[in-house]
């Protein structure tokens, strides 16, 4: 089994729609959850770091459900500009750090 | 500039010939990575570095591929007798440990090696 796991997609998707996709991971001693965004031909950056008890950044939401150990991402009122890949990471503190293969997302206008 | 920096961002080489990439992290940044990435593909870790340590060597392909890190900071990637499977994109990262722990990368833009 993959230590992170996502649906590759792609989501193709209405502007102003709701999209979420899920990440899996195996470890669950994994500490520390992010998304990061990667543009084509661009490398990646950070969207937003994970929280047990979830958390928000504007139109994006993030959840973590260790019990189920998976990880979640929910972008609101989509746009163009959202198109892009999002990769999910699992790691544990002092551990390599290990990027789900990410899942692509098409904002259609 | 305040960001990571890799060079040369694109190296085009001879099947045989001798590469090294560089890495000059963010400032401060203690923890520096590299991932390989083919095209369309997902981020396929290599090595990283804790300090001038590597702890986990693990993701290194071949016993062509070594990697140092000297005085905490630059970091260069040497792969020898160059393939044409080794024709990627090379992307480093170094990282902020917040306070509680957390690792987030901030990553260079890249090198593209092309191995002819």
């Known amino acids: 089994r993959k230590e992170v796991e996502q649906d590759p997609g792609p989501f193709n998707v209405p502007e102003g729609a709701t999209v979420a996709f899920n990440c899996t991971y195996s470890n669950s001693a994994s500490q520390s959850f992010f998304w990061y965004r990667q543009d084509c031909r661009k490398e990646p950056k950070l969207l937003m770091s994970v929280y047990s008890s979830g958390n928000e950044d504007g139109r994006f939401t993030a959840q973590l459900n260790r019990a189920s150990q998976y990880i979640s991402l929910l972008i609101r009122d989509s746009k163009l500009s959202d198109s892009a890949t999002y990769l999910c990471?699992?790691?544990?503190?002092?551990?390599?750090?290990?990027f789900g293969k990410g899942t692509r997302l098409h904002i259609l206008p | 500039g305040a960001g990571v920096s890799q060079s040369p961002s694109n190296k085009v080489t001879e099947k045989g010939k001798d590469v090294e990439l560089r890495c000059d992290p963010i400032?401060?940044?203690?923890?520096l990575y590299w991932y390989r990435q083919s095209l369309g593909q997902g981020l396929e870790f290599l090595i990283y570095f804790q300090g001038n340590s590597a702890p986990d060597k693990s993701g290194l392909p071949s016993d062509r591929f070594s990697a140092e890190r000297t005085g905490g900071s630059v970091s260069t990637l040497t792969i020898q007798r160059t393939q044409q499977e080794d024709s990627a994109v090379y992307l480093c990262?170094?990282?902020?440990?917040?306070?509680?722990?957390?690792?987030?990368?901030?990553f260079g833009s890249g090198t593209q090696l092309s191995v002819l």
């Open positions: 400032s401060g940044h203690t923890a």
């Open positions: 990262a170094s990282s902020l440990a917040d306070r509680a722990g957390n690792e987030k990368l901030f």
């Open positions: 990471v699992a790691m544990n503190r002092d551990d390599k750090i290990i």
